[in-house]
């Protein structure tokens, strides 16, 4: 069963940036649209940022200007750069990739933001 591993969340502070990977742990087949979601405690899982196969990127509206996402077709990965973070970021991030049939959700990884 393939899996999708993300890494690169953390504790930062306000202001500052981290960056967020994603990719399979094996073969997965052709992959559609990409994206990054976050549900923080106690809300629903919200869209941070999708990226179709084509490049075609939309943001949720609280990050517009701010993340940038973007995907690396050959390895299957797909990167979330988060720059001016803010407390209000900090959530479980996770990734999705979409296929024909299926979508692939990774584990999540936390992404905690400091006042």
């Known amino acids: 069963q393939v899996q999708l591993v993300e890494s690169g969340g953390g504790l930062v502070q306000a202001g500052g940036s981290l960056r967020l990977s994603c990719a399979p742990s094996g073969s997965i087949g052709s992959i559609t649209t990409m994206g990054w979601y976050r549900q923080a405690p106690g809300k629903q899982r919200e869209v941070v940022a999708t990226?179709?196969?084509?490049?075609?990127?939309n943001y949720g509206d609280s990050v517009k200007g701010r993340f940038t996402i973007s995907r690396d077709n050959a390895k299957n990965t797909v990167y979330l750069q988060m720059d001016s973070l803010k407390p209000e970021d900090t959530a479980v991030y996770y990734c999705r990739y979409g296929l024909v049939l299926r979508y692939y959700w990774g584990q999540g990884t936390q992404v905690t933001v400091s006042s």
């Open positions: 990226i179709t196969s084509g490049g075609t990127t």
